[in-house]
């Protein structure tokens, strides 16, 4: 079973540009749910994605925006760089099946820094 | 509505017990609980729905208090893989998949 993957590791952009990164989740999930974790804080929710559409977000603007492909892999995008946009960036997949549980993998992330 | 977690940061020797809170202010649907070593990331310990089901590891123990909102944590006979920074995740309104994080719990075992 192959495990929650992420690219790139470490990132390194300047204010104002655009960045993309990538997820592919665990064999047999079907959601995707991204977090920004800052230095020394818990991650905080961006949003979530199931069958390809988004399903919540959490309070981050619109220039956060993510897709999700047929295979369950997904990206998250951001434009317009920030200062505060330097962060982990973690994605975390889990299997929505109509059950209980619903347990979430997290990926290794990705170490983004804006200068 | 995050999660506030207590305490902030614990210190134990090595086979010393810790119990680790998660309170919200909230209705809370499931507590999940993550263990994250400096520079990885977080990885799954237990989840615990309220109605009293829950899943985990097996050395890892857990409670939730559905009337306080809160949820504990049992480190038993702690070990210094054991170490690292605790979060709790909080779910409202149904198995959603959208955590809310608490503050964390920097933990340190020494021998």
């Known amino acids: 079973e192959t495990g929650v993957t992420q690219s790139p590791t470490h990132l390194i952009k300047t204010r104002g540009q655009q960045v993309t990164l990538r997820c592919s989740s665990q064999?047999?999930?079907?959601?995707v749910s991204w977090y920004q974790q800052a230095l020394g804080q818990g991650p905080q929710f961006i949003f979530q994605?199931?069958?390809?559409?988004?399903?919540g977000r959490g309070n981050f603007p619109p220039r956060f925006s993510g897709l999700q492909f047929p295979n369950y892999s997904s990206e998250l995008n951001v434009n317009a760089l920030e200062l505060d946009d330097s962060a982990l960036y973690l994605c975390?997949?889990?299997?929505?099946?109509?059950?209980?549980?619903?347990?979430?993998?997290f990926g290794p992330g990705t170490r983004l820094t804006v200068l | 509505q995050q999660p506030v977690q207590s305490p902030q940061a614990v210190i134990l020797r090595e086979g010393e017990d810790a119990v680790i809170n998660c309170s919200s202010s909230?209705?809370?649907?499931?507590v999940h609980w993550y263990r994250q070593k400096h520079g990885e990331a977080p990885v799954f310990l237990m989840i615990?729905?309220?109605?009293?089901e829950q899943k985990g590891h097996e050395k890892i123990s857990a409670s939730f208090n559905e009337k306080k909102q809160q949820s504990s944590l049992y480190l038993t006979a702690s070990q210094l893989s054991y170490s690292g920074t605790y979060f709790c995740?909080?779910?409202?309104?149904?198995?959603?998949?959208?955590?809310?994080f608490g503050t964390g719990t920097l933990l340190a075992v020494q021998p």
């Open positions: 064999s047999g999930h079907n959601t």
């Open positions: 615990l729905l309220k109605g009293g």
């Open positions: 995740g909080t779910e409202y309104g149904g198995a959603t998949n959208k955590l809310i």
């Open positions: 909230k209705a809370l649907y499931s």
């Open positions: 994605y199931y069958r390809e559409e988004e399903n």
């Open positions: 975390a997949s889990s299997r929505r099946s109509g059950g209980l549980y619903n347990e979430q993998f």
